[in-house]
């Protein structure tokens, strides 16, 4: 982990002597100062507010950087990490370790600097968050919509928001509910008395259902340390990066939490979460894996939860993930009534539950079928069934398999 010395801009590698450090959290200019770049500035380059020294594309990025400096010493931080130059992207190695590794750090540090650089802060009210550029007119700040971002909000054990010219807007626990209304989180994850830890997995995933990233593959790379995976980052692998995700996390948890299946097709057939690549943006299809092609069919996951005493464990191992697709266990009598004939689909039944409409958990439902050519899929993508009483079934039964395709491939009808 390299840091930024807070008073000579120098990048130091970390040490015990450096384990107190500031974060900032923020969103980049057209034009960054790299790691590579600030290596090459004599430390007068940033002390002057003007920059004089500095070319003119990196200036918005120097104002930046000398402004969170500023504030950290201000607090007694002679230290602060800020990715784009505290990170040598040209080393592979390095970068891998830092995608890893990158929540830790955020809630290692003693402090976390939000800076908006589109926000213009004059009281704490419902729209002290809106952008102040012209294309974005009442909108909130473009700091919401990223994917790194979500997080760099929950990570860190205190945040302090600043505006454009550093102007203290509050701290995360003080505005906890105007906070989470904008970014749809419940503002007890974000005032201290929930941790994201305790979350299920459908609503984390739905915390970054609309956000975006400029690579395709950060969508799944920025969730990693939220759904405390480990993950190779391979760029250019596309809307793999997020299957690999969530096989990683039913990898890394023998009994893991179910809701990764409880998802629905959006409304309008689009997902948002990959509007950088319109190749693989609509997704209309009705039959689909177990596994979401994106977070955005997460959306309306948000309120279900898993609930430890009503939990029933699978037989044999539960669900498993290979090239085949992922197999699990059903009731023999239940496999041989459906695929037998007498009916076209069967209940998958998952251990996570809503809240019905007589405040009692209905238990997560999905519908099964078997396609020509005799694969089994998910069917009535375009909905989350649940219902009062379903039980997932503990007894042996027979082994099925759930094809997995990825976007881009096409079942036979």
């Known amino acids: 982990m390299n840091l930024l010395k807070t008073d000579t801009y120098e990048v130091v590698r970390a040490s015990r002597s450096t384990s107190r450090y500031a974060i900032l959290s923020h969103r980049w200019e057209t034009e960054e100062i790299t790691f590579d770049i600030i290596r090459t500035f004599k430390p007068s380059a940033l002390r002057n507010p003007s920059f004089p020294s500095i070319p003119t594309r990196l200036r918005a990025s120097a104002a930046k950087i000398r402004g969170a400096c500023a504030i950290a010493q201000q607090q007694g931080y002679a230290y602060i990490w800020i990715d784009t130059c505290c990170i040598d992207k040209r080393n592979s190695q390095e970068l891998q370790d830092a995608l890893n590794s990158m929540f830790k750090w955020y809630q290692n540090a003693a402090v976390c600097y939000t800076y908006f650089n589109d926000v213009s802060f004059s009281a704490p009210n419902e729209s002290m968050f809106l952008s102040d550029r012209q294309d974005r007119r009442g909108k909130a700040s473009e700091w919401f919509e990223r994917g790194w971002t979500l997080q760099e909000l929950l990570a860190p054990r205190e945040i302090q928001f600043y505006d454009k010219r550093w102007k203290f807007m509050g701290t995360r626990g003080e505005l906890a509910k105007l906070v ?27 915390w970054m259902a609309g956000r975006v990233t400029q690579q395709i593959e950060d969508i799944a790379y920025s969730l990693i340390g939220l759904f405390d995976v480990h993950l190779n980052p391979m760029y250019g692998e596309g809307t793999r990066a997020f299957m690999r995700l969530q096989e990683a996390i039913m990898k890394e948890f023998e009994c893991f939490d179910e809701s990764l299946f409880a998802w629905e097709r959006p409304q309008d057939c689009v997902l948002r979460c990959f509007q950088n690549e319109p190749r693989v943006q609509v997704f209309k299809h009705d039959k689909w894996g177990l596994l979401a092609p994106s977070p955005d069919c997460f959306k309306k996951s948000g309120n279900l939860f898993v609930q430890k005493s009503l939990v029933e464990t699978r037989p044999a191992g539960g669900f498993r993930t290979s090239h085949q697709g992922i197999f699990f266990t059903l009731p023999s009598k239940e496999v041989n009534r459906t695929f037998g004939g007498t009916r076209s689909e069967i209940d998958l039944p998952l251990n996570c539950w809503r809240i019905g409409s007589g405040r009692a958990p209905e238990t997560i439902v999905l519908q099964l079928a078997r396609i020509a050519g005799g694969e089994i899929v998910r069917t009535q993508c375009d909905r989350l069934g649940s219902r009062k009483g379903a039980q997932v079934s503990g007894k042996a039964g027979v082994v099925v398999a759930v094809a997995q395709p990825r976007i881009g491939q096409h079942w036979k009808q």
């Open 180 to 206: 989470g209304r904008v970014a749809g989180i419940s503002p007890d994850y974000l005032s201290g008395k929930r941790e994201p830890s305790d979350a299920s997995c459908a609503m984390k995933m739905s």
